[in-house]
Nanobody, 115 residues
Framework: QVQLVESGGGLVQPGGSLRLSCVVS????????MAWYRQTPGKQREWVAT???????NYVDSVKGRFTISRDNAKNTVYLQMNSLKPEDTAVYYC?????????WGQGTQVTVSS
């Protein structure tokens, strides 16, 4: 049974940084293209960033140049380094495969950007 556990969220001031982690268990991590998504109340979940098996990456325009996705296959972990955070980055952040698998959604980790 595949399980994804996100961590690393918190409260940060505008311009600050956070590093999110997502540990994947129960499957061969290396076969997945992994992604981060985020969701705010009343809105649909939004794709944020993707990292493929060859470590190529893609980002939504709103985070390009500020966020960096990476993976450590030895640790079955995908990361999201978030710099220059803005209030509009406030959301619950989730990891999943790309495209996402419904049963893989975890609890997410809350990121709040506020002064």
């Amino acid at each position: 049974q595949v399980q994804l556990v996100e961590s690393g969220g918190g409260l940060v001031q505008p311009g600050g940084s956070l590093r999110l982690s997502c540990v994947v268990s129960g499957s061969r991590f290396t076969i997945f293209t992994m992604a981060w998504y985020r969701q705010t109340p009343g809105k649909q979940r939004e794709w944020v960033a993707t990292i493929a098996r060859d470590n190529s990456t893609n980002y939504v325009d709103s985070v390009k140049g500020r966020f960096t996705i990476s993976r450590d296959n030895a640790k079955n972990t995908v990361y999201l380094q978030m710099n220059s955070l803005k209030p509009e980055d406030t959301a619950v952040y989730y990891c999943n495969s790309r495209p996402p698998v419904e049963k893989f959604w975890g609890q997410g980790t809350q990121v709040t950007v506020s002064s």
